[in-house]
């Protein structure tokens, strides 16, 4: 595995590549970073130059200046920048949850960059017929952590979402995983932060991405808020949508699995 560090417009992203073949980016969620991603990159290294990072703002890519409100445009740019260093030929990308909202805002405007867009659980609450109250819910969750802290507010955000937060980490996990959930930690309260009221508001570009080459995916064990959004956002695109293996975070805890998944919807 090589490791380094790439300088994006207001910051520094560190990244992984592993393996060797077309391109593979993945971008994570809020609060996870490539480590993440590193079981599921080496299922796939036989087959795909698997890009991992951590987006801007978590712990190892740090802003150039203060933190402020994150856009998902922003996101998807600093996406883009990884792709145009790594190979001319368009790539393939997997994404999930608000990962997949940057995904999708990348590819509907820069669709020639992308040879195959998996879309996995995008939380579109916008779409959602009480969109209403997640715009609040996102706000009250910052109220929260600005009176009580990080841990309040990611309870109050879980109990709503189903969500959970990280869990501490174990002395007796591998030491890899210790170091992501620590990590993890500091990452939530940024994504908590400055992320969710943002981020929550995004509509996803249906004109530009329903020619696109998409797959939205579900985890096969996902069930409520993160399976909503996902058939709100196949309805709003006029796509179906297909299972991948596990819950939420498959990716993790099925790598060989999700990753065999993953290929055939890449090469379908």
Known sequence: ????????????????????GPVLLTILGGGGDAAMAGP????????????????????????????????IEEHADDALRLLQAADEEPANVFATHSGA?????????????????????????????DAARWRTLAQEAVDVYLREGIGPALRKFGAET??????????????????MLTRMSANMETSLRYEQRSFCRYVPDAAALRPA???????AGTRGLMRD?????????????????????GYLRLP????????ERLTA
């Open 101 to 129: 909202l940057i995904a999708l805002d990348l590819l509907a405007r820069h669709p020639g960059r992308i040879r195959r867009l998996v879309a996995h659980e995008p939380p579109a609450f916008e779409l959602l017929p």
């Open 162 to 179: 189903g969500v959970l937060a990280p869990p501490r980490p174990d002395p007796g996990l591998p030491a890899w995983v210790r170091d």
């Open 1 to 20: 595995m090589d490791t380094g560090m790439f300088t994006v417009p207001g910051a520094e992203l560190y990244y992984e590549v592993r393996g060797s």
């Open 213 to 219: 080459p998409l797959v939205l995916a579900c985890g």
């Open 256 to 263: 060989a699995q999700f990753a065999a998944a993953l290929h």
């Open 229 to 249: 959004c996902t058939l709100a956002v196949a309805a709003h695109l006029g796509v179906e949508t297909v299972e991948l293996p596990g819950d939420y975070v």
């Open 40 to 71: 599921l990159a080496e299922a796939l290294a036989g087959r795909y130059t698997v890009i991992t990072y951590d987006r801007r703002g978590a712990t190892r890519s740090p802003l150039a200046g203060p933190p402020s409100e994150q856009r």
